[in-house]
């Protein structure tokens, strides 16, 4: 059984930033892409980026672009989730989802989450 | 960008009923949706995936079918522990998508 951890959210002024981690030990790494999605509360899942099994092919919603920036550490098993200049909307629980193909595919493994607030 | 779109919003019913969701892709995506499970308070779970395959340790009472625009999930006789919000998601290219759900109830 793949087991994955989000860590590093928390409560963040508006135009502060956050990092966000993702450990998953016992998974063959490079094998798979990895990716973030974001549920803001009540509301349904939003895929916030993803990055490919080698990390050479990245991708971004509109709404986050140019603010976040994925990146992974293969021989550490981890994924982060860097975040700039946030607003009151990131505000979410923000789940590290195991891919199940190199690039594009399912979500057969979800993290528990970590939530994430942006507010004065 | 692929839309996909859920229905019923919410559906209500009593243990042992049948349940009947669907989901409608705005193009073709053959066969390359799947299901997920949320209950309250936890992380969505893969149920189908490729329209019709069950996840690993998945019940046999939830089934999967269709192709191109139009599938469905089907829980054949529903449990108290499948009241959750139920989502579908494609797989074409990114961006790839989700469906805005399908909450189901159990009276």
């Known amino acids: 059984e793949v087991q994955m951890w989000e860590s590093g959210g928390g409560l963040v002024q508006p135009g502060g930033s956050l990092r966000l981690s993702c450990a998953a030990p016992?998974?063959?790494?490079?094998?798979?892409?990895m990716s973030w999605v974001r549920q803001a509360p009540g509301k349904g899942l939003e895929w916030v980026s993803v990055?490919?099994?080698?990390?050479?092919?990245?991708y971004y919603a509109d709404s986050v672009k140019g603010r976040f920036t994925i990146s992974r550490d293969n021989p550490k098993s981890t994924v982060f989730l860097q975040m700039s200049s946030l607003r009151a909307e990131d505000t979410a629980i923000y789940y590290c989802?195991?891919?199940?193909?190199?690039?594009?595919?399912?979500?057969?493994?979800w993290g528990p989450g970590t939530l994430v607030t942006v507010s004065s | 960008e692929i839309v996909l779109t859920q229905s019923p919003a919410t559906l209500s019913l009593s243990p042992g009923e049948r349940a009947t969701l669907s989901c409608r892709a705005s193009?073709?995506?053959?066969?390359?949706l799947a299901w997920y499970q949320q209950r309250p308070g936890q992380a969505p779970r893969l149920l189908i995936y490729?329209?019709?395959n069950r996840a690993t340790g998945i019940p046999a009472r939830f089934s999967g079918g269709g192709s191109g625009t139009d599938f469905t999930l089907t829980i054949s006789s529903l449990q108290p522990e499948d009241s959750a919000v139920y989502y579908c998601?494609?797989?074409?290219?990114?961006?790839?998508?989700f469906g805005g759900g399908t909450k189901v109830e159990i009276k």
């Open positions: 989802a195991k891919i199940t193909d190199f690039w594009t595919g399912y979500v057969d493994y």
């Open positions: 016992k998974l063959t790494f490079n094998n798979y892409a």
């Open positions: 990055i490919s099994g080698s990390g050479g092919s990245t």
């Open positions: 193009q073709s995506v053959n066969t390359f």
């Open positions: 490729d329209a019709s």
């Open positions: 998601q494609e797989r074409s290219n990114w961006p790839q998508t």
